[in-house]
């Protein structure tokens, strides 16, 4: 099973969170972010600038920024995510954002979108960004001496891409990334589904997960990770109470839920955590783990989980997704 | 005595690398940057500034292929480059059109904190609707306000940057936003040669670019620029003027003006030539002899194609009454481009030739240093810092080692 950690506890130097779950066989990492600072204060550095610090300070795990899709341009989101990639060597992903809150929208001055019109924006800007990272085809710099030409205008193609609310002509500045397409990991309830390559399950039980997995796959994601709260050891408290009749956690007592999104939570010991691990492998092809203290909980699940057999070189070799074939060149 | 400040300009784009030489380092590969900006710390340079270009060069609605292109998103770039070194200033060229001021303002705070202090960013307005038409809301900036907004913007950057929730609401910049990088001073470039361009890095600039490299002109920009800093009340060293500069060495004067030649010769192919001549004909072009007289065919009526990018906007318009003059210079293709869009290198000679003339410049105040404009990778950065610094540090006008960490204390600004 693949296992992901969220990462944006770590503050402005996330390095040694990155390398402890490179060493141990994690697959990726994922930075959390908001254009809001964080509820209690102190800094919060941007997600893609600090995944591309994280891509010099690691060589085989996979490294995901959150990049909002409603307080950015899609243009500068294809290009650093693209950037992301090669600075890593093909380990980027992007785990899709879509705050919709007043208070983000407020930083672009824009406003809230309606739900129809956040899930069509969402989708918008995945399509245009898989277009504008296809939009330079893999052999399109030739350096060829005896034309002068650098590159072969045939193979850098403008994507001509028109959405709801915002059109691109491109084609990318960036050439291609080394994965052909970042990884796109984005939560179920986007209503983009068929679009990711990792959907993003959060549901307080298990049975639920069970279920959302299965439709996902059915929607067309390739893989599915089941999002995990945790509080790893005996010593810590349980947290946010368990209400009364809540336990649909198939008789794991430790599993609760708390506040939204509702993701599977689990406070306990380090024999419970394998019990759960071991049920979730028969649910998913992997989970992301958030952790309630990342310095506290990181190491207590590294030692659950073991080390495992290093991934890579890049993301998708490490997921096991194929390199995908350029849009652009199949249409020739 | 003063100190000239280095830096390199990683343009990425254009006719300036030469990609045909048999050693070119894949210039957009991450190790080709990772041994740029490693070769120039050790060489002291204050910083390593990356261009932008937000769309990919065309010529007649082509992809415009005889260049190099292909750059990344320099923010990120230059964050992957922090962690690869500890001492240099890491600049990205950001336009303050086609960005959100709280969006570009968190990323180049979020720059500055995770390098200890060397963020750099360097201002542009590029607002042509060409470019915007990769953006949200692109051509939306009437041309006259470019520096209307960049002004609101800028502004607005340094308020947040100093922390706390910043509002503005004006027809040109309109957001709510708190600081989420509290306490950062990123350092202030600024290119525009322009009226409004000058204006605007006198009142917020801590570097300006400019193309003066001329000693005399050098002499006069500079004079006009401290002129304009003490209207703002700002002190005349408070900002520091680095113009864009090529070089070419040579172990003797007559080797080094070959190899000018040679360069100069080399970033004007004759498909180039021909290239050049199609942006004022708006015609194919591509039947033409580079070496033989210009084109007997007219013209399109149209003005120039804004496309490549580059183009000055005072050769944007009366372009027949210009073809007319090129005509009279009964030159070839490729002669006539060379005369009417030289490309000369700024400095040709030794490395103590040009040490003695950049002591000249810095201890007379034309200039507090250069940013120079690499032709080849990784040709120019290693011959610069292994043959020129030494004889700049033997002269007394260069460091012979950081004294700070900070780009601003590189720099000596307050």
């Known amino acids: 099973m693949f296992l992901a950690v969220e990462i944006d506890g770590a503050g402005a130097k996330p390095e040694a969170a990155a390398r402890a779950a490179e060493a141990a066989g994690f697959a990726l990492v994922t930075l959390a972010d ?49 950037s992301l990639d090669h600075a890593s ?87 291609r990334p080394p994965q052909g397409q970042v990884v796109v990991l984005g939560a179920d309830t986007l209503g983009i589904t068929g679009r ?14 069970a279920d959302r997995a299965h439709q996902a796959r059915t929607d067309g994601a390739p893989l599915v990770f089941a999002e995990l709260d945790l509080s790893l050891g005996e010593d810590r408290p349980a947290g946010a109470e368990q209400p009364a009749g809540t336990d649909r956690s198939g008789g794991l007592d430790a599993v609760t839920s708390w506040g939204a999104p509702e993701r599977l939570r689990y406070a306990g010991g380090e024999d419970g955590l394998r019990g759960l691990l071991d049920r979730l492998g028969g649910i998913v092809d992997g989970v992301r783990v958030h952790p309630t203290e990342l310095d506290v909980d990181l190491p207590r699940l590294i030692a659950v989980t073991g080390p495992a057999p290093a991934g890579g070189p890049t993301l998708r070799e490490t997921l096991g997704l194929a390199r995908p074939v350029n849009q652009f060149a199949t249409a020739r | 005595m003063p100190h000239l400040h280095l830096g390199v300009f990683f343009t990425g784009v254009g006719p300036q690398l030469l990609w045909t030489e048999p050693d070119f ?50 923010i990120t770039q230059l964050a992957a480059l922090a962690a690869e070194t500890e001492r240099i200033g890491l600049v990205a060229t950001q ?27 360097n201002i542009v307005t590029t607002d042509n609707a060409w470019t915007g038409e990769n953006f949200r809301n692109g051509g939306w900036l009437a041309h006259e306000r470019r520096y209307e907004r960049a002004g609101q913007f800028v502004e607005a950057a340094k308020a947040l940057w100093a922390g706390g929730t910043v509002e503005r609401h004006t027809d040109l910049v309109d957001f709510t936003a708190t600081s989420t990088v509290p306490g950062t001073r990123p350092v202030l470039f600024q290119a525009g040669d ?37 209207s703002y009340g700002r002190s005349a060293d408070s900002l520091r003027i680095l113009p864009g500069a090529s070089v070419v060495l040579g172990d003797t004067p007559a080797e080094a003006a070959e190899k000018a030649r040679w360069i100069e010769r080399e970033q004007t192919t004759g498909p180039r030539a021909l290239a050049f001549l199609e942006q004022y004909w708006g015609k194919d072009l591509s039947g033409y002899d580079p070496d033989g007289p210009l084109p007997d065919i007219e013209p399109s009526d149209g003005e120039l194609d804004p496309s490549r990018g580059t183009i000055p906007i005072e050769f944007r318009t009366g372009k027949l009454e210009r073809i007319a003059g090129w005509r009279r210079l009964g030159l070839s293709i490729r002669e006539t481009v060379v005369k009417v869009n030289p490309r000369h290198s700024s400095f040709v000679g030794t490395p103590g030739q040009i040490a003695d003339e950049w002591a000249r410049y810095v201890t007379t105040r ?17 011959d610069i810092v292994d043959k020129l610094v030494p004889e700049l540090q033997e002269r007394g006008v260069y460091r012979t080692a950081y004294e700070g960490t900070t780009l601003r204390e590189h720099l000596e600004l307050p």
């Open chain 2, 366 to 382: 034309a200039v507090d240093g250069f940013n120079i404009l690499p032709q080849r990778l990784p040709g120019t950065v290693e």
């Open chain 2, 25 to 74: 380092a894949a210039h957009t590969h991450i190790d080709t940057f990772i041994a740029t900006v490693k070769t120039l710390e050790r060489g002291l340079f204050d910083a390593f500034f990356l261009g932008e270009g937000l769309r990919v060069r065309e010529n007649r609605g082509r992809v415009y292929d005889l260049d190099v292109a292909g750059r990344p998103d320099a």
């Open chain 1, 34 to 82: 908001s254009p809001l600072p964080p509820p209690g204060g102190g800094s919060r550095v941007e997600a893609g600038v600090r995944a591309a610090f994280l891509a010099r300070r690691t060589s085989r795990i996979g490294l995901a920024p959150t990049l909002h899709v409603t307080v950015t341009e899609p243009f500068h989101l294809a290009t650093q995510l693209a």
């Open chain 1, 196 to 209: 990711l390559d990792v959907a993003l399950v959060a549901a307080p039980a298990l049975d639920e997960i």
């Open chain 2, 194 to 230: 322009s009226d409004g361009g000058r204006d605007l890095a006198a009142r917020h600039a801590d570097v300006v670019f400019s193309a003066n490299t001329d000693y005399d002109k050098a002499v006069a920009y500079a004079a006009d620029l401290r002129k304009r800093l003490a």
């Open chain 1, 89 to 175: 060597l093909g380990r980027a992903g992007w785990v899709i954002g879509a705050d919709n809150s007043a208070a983000a929208l407020a930083t672009i001055g824009g406003r809230p979108l309606t739900a129809d019109g956040l899930r069509r924006e969402v989708a918008d800007v995945v399509d245009v960004a898989r277009k504008l990272w296809d939009s330079w085809e893999d052999d399109a710099v030739i350096r060829d001496t005896g034309t002068g030409r650098f590159l072969d205008a045939d193979r850098v193609h403008h994507v001509n891409y028109s959405g709801a609310r915002f059109s691109i002509t491109g084609p990318l500045i960036t050439p």
């Open chain 2, 95 to 121: 336009n303050t059109t086609y960005n959100f001021p709280a969006d570009l303002a968190r990323r180049l705070a979020s720059l500055d904190l995770i390098s200890g202090g060397r963020a750099g960013w």
